[in-house]
């Protein structure tokens, strides 16, 4: 619990800073009941502790109204502040929560993102497995085998802070959304920020000329990964000297990648950092109960919600590490 009130602490002083700054013209009045800041601002400081408790909306409603004060305490919230069950489930997935998340999320990379952790990032996907009730999800291929769900493409940096991801169905490759990641990724940053990525470590999935192309478009990087033999014959196997050559003389962006992969650096970077990923993906999948997704949780814009609460739940307990000078990715201690 010493955890808990510690990171609810920080997050709570983002919040009033935040809401205190100035930004742009005042709000004209809107007919009807207004959504204000700090009802949405509440309404996050709900949804971050649900995650990190594993709640549903009926518990957590059940646990914030209950006889016990020690979770509205650590809110700073009064009984008479919580709303009827569906009243928060209305409120819970509206779009100003997600906004003010995001503004804290970009207080929280001033403190986490520097040039050092930014000189690397990673990119890889991940499944998320529904059952076959879930008639808007597909079926598709991972490095497991085949499987019915969803998938996760996440890119985090070399100390494992996630800066992107995007959620697609289970049919979806992954060069067809490298775009639209590395664009929200670029969105996120600062430009003195994306001026710090130099290189982006991928899996031979990445193995393509359009994210290659993408990744200098978007964030001015080297993407790294490992030839993926199955676009190209001459590439099965170890490469030739010759082929080397021939790559180098053609000097796109991917034969570039392939060439730095190749080289004793590239290599010593990927094994290094391609580790980091993993075991992000599996803190989120396995630690924080994305691996699971419950029957309730049907479809692409369902499932990338949950993600998105997850990821910020994440992201608060590596900034609460931060602050405290713990280890950034140590997760467990605030789940007890």
């Given at each position: 619990m010493d955890r808990l009130h510690q990171l609810f602490a920080n997050i709570k002083s983002l919040f009033s800073e935040a809401k205190n700054e100035n930004r742009g013209r005042p709000k004209e009045k809107t007919l009807g009941h207004p959504f204000s800041d700090a009802v949405a601002i509440q309404t996050a400081l709900i949804v971050l502790l649900a995650t990190l408790k594993g709640w549903t909306i009926r518990q957590t409603h059940r646990n914030l109204t209950g006889r016990e004060p020690i979770w509205r305490r650590l809110l700073g919230i009064r009984l008479s502040e919580i709303p009827p069950r569906r009243?928060?489930?209305?409120?819970?997935?509206h779009p100003l929560v997600r906004h003010w998340q995001q503004r804290i999320i970009k207080r929280m990379f001033r403190q986490l993102l520097n040039q050092r952790n930014l000189y690397v990032v990673s990119v890889d996907m991940s499944d998320l497995p529904a059952g076959l009730y879930d008639t808007l999800a597909n079926w598709g291929f991972c490095g497991k085998g085949c499987f019915y769900g969803y998938k996760l493409h996440l890119l985090v940096t070399r100390d494992g802070v996630p800066l992107g991801m995007v959620v697609t169905r289970a049919n979806r490759r992954e060069t067809a959304v490298t775009d639209r990641l590395l664009a929200s990724v670029s969105q996120a940053l600062t430009d003195d920020q994306i001026d710090s990525l130099v290189f982006l470590i991928g899996d031979t999935a990445y193995d393509s000329n359009p994210a290659a192309d993408q990744t200098k478009e978007h964030l001015s990087a080297q993407i790294v990964a490992p030839a993926n033999p199955r676009n190209s014959q001459e590439l099965k196997?170890?490469?030739?000297?010759?082929?080397k050559k021939k790559l180098k003389e053609r000097g796109t962006n991917r034969d570039k990648a392939i060439l730095l992969y190749e080289s004793k650096r590239g290599k010593k970077m990927f094994r290094k950092y391609r580790v980091i990923i993993e075991q992000v993906i599996n803190q989120l999948k396995n630690v924080l109960g994305l691996e699971r997704l419950p029957y309730w949780v049907r479809g692409v814009r369902k499932v990338l919600k949950r993600v998105r609460n997850t990821v910020f739940a994440y992201i608060c307990i590596l900034y609460s590490?931060?602050?405290?000078?713990?280890?950034?990715?140590?997760?467990?201690?605030y789940l007890v």
């Open positions: 009243t928060l489930n209305d409120r819970w997935n196997g170890e490469l030739t000297i010759q082929t590490n931060k602050l405290h000078r713990r280890p950034l990715r140590e997760v467990a201690p």
